[in-house]
């Protein structure tokens, strides 16, 4: 089992920033991925920013040149740092883990809303 918290979600003005985190415990193996998701209201989740241990990161188009997603695999813990925030960006936002094991975990969200 892997539990995931996140924290750092708020209420922020267009153009504002934010920087989530979210520390996972448990069985956390070596190899794993882990980022970011987000879902609006009406809308389907959808994947952010993901990150995995040996390095690789992957963004989609619409936050490239504004998030930044980080690891610190010591404290299994993955930061997204948000800048020049859109209203688009308004969502909740879930941390998740996957490992070779075909395990897949997801956090509770934190919730993220910029006000225009």
């Known amino acids: 089992q892997v539990q995931l918290v996140e924290s750092g979600g708020g209420l922020v003005q267009v153009g504002g920033s934010l920087r989530l985190s979210c520390a996972a415990s448990g069985t956390i193996l070596s190899i794993n991925l882990m980022g970011w998701y987000r879902q609006a209201p009406g809308k389907e989740r959808e994947s952010v920013a993901l990150?995995?241990?040996?390095?690789?990161?992957n963004y989609r188009d619409s936050v490239k040149g504004r998030f930044t997603i980080s690891r610190d695999n010591a404290k299994n813990t993955v930061y997204l740092e948000m800048n020049n925030l859109k209203p688009e960006d308004t969502g909740v936002y879930y941390c998740?883990?996957?490992?070779?094991?075909?395990?897949?975990?997801w956090g509770k969200g934190t919730v993220v809303t910029v006000s225009s």
């Open positions: 990150t995995h241990t040996v390095g690789s990161t």
């Open positions: 998740t883990y996957s490992d070779g094991t075909g395990a897949h975990y």
